[in-house]
Nanobody
Framework: QVQLVESGGGLVQPGGSLRLSCAASGFALVYYTIGWFRQAPGKEREGVACISSSGRSTYYADSVKGRFTISRDSAKNTVYLQMSSLKPEDTAIYYC???????????????????WGQGTQVTVSS
C-alpha cells in the first residue's frame, strides 16, 4: 500500500526557512518521479518541485527557483523540500506526490500523479 506522509510545515516569518519531509512507504523512490505541489486558498494546485526517478533531473516552478531545493535520501525512502527566503505568497498546503511514471513532466501535469500525501500547512507571516 502506497503511503506518503508529509511533515515539517508550520508558521515562519518572511525571509525564514523550513524543510518539509515526505516519508514514502509501499514503493521505492528510485522507480518514480516524486514531486511537491501546493495549493493556496482559492487557487489551483500547482507543481512546485519534482525529482526524477534517477535523482539526476529536477524541475522547479519559476516562482520558487533559487529559493527551494528538492532532494531525496533513497536509504530512508524520503524526499525533502528545503525552502528558503520564504514569502507570504508561499503560504499554502504542501502535498507530496508520487507519479505513476519514472519520468515525465509530473510537476506540470498533475494528471501524472498516482498518489498524494495528506498535506502539510505552511504559513509565512509576520
Amino acid at each position: 500500500q502506497v503511503q506518503l506522509v508529509e511533515s515539517g510545515g508550520g508558521l515562519v516569518q518572511p525571509g525564514g526557512s523550513l524543510r518539509l519531509s515526505c516519508a514514502a512507504s509501499g514503493f521505492a523512490l528510485v522507480y518514480y518521479t516524486i514531486g511537491w505541489f501546493r495549493q493556496a486558498p482559492g487557487k489551483e494546485r500547482e507543481g512546485v518541485a519534482c525529482i526524477s526517478s534517477s535523482g539526476r533531473s529536477t524541475y522547479y516552478a519559476d516562482s520558487v527557483k533559487g529559493r527551494f531545493t528538492i532532494s531525496r535520501d533513497s536509504a530512508k525512502n524520503t524526499v525533502y523540500l528545503q525552502m528558503s527566503s520564504l514569502k507570504p505568497e508561499d503560504t499554502a498546503i504542501y502535498y507530496c506526490a508520487k507519479s505513476s511514471y519514472s519520468d515525465g513532466p509530473t510537476c506540470r501535469r498533475p494528471s501524472f500523479v498516482g498518489s498524494w500525501g495528506q498535506g502539510t500547512q505552511v504559513t509565512v507571516s509576520s
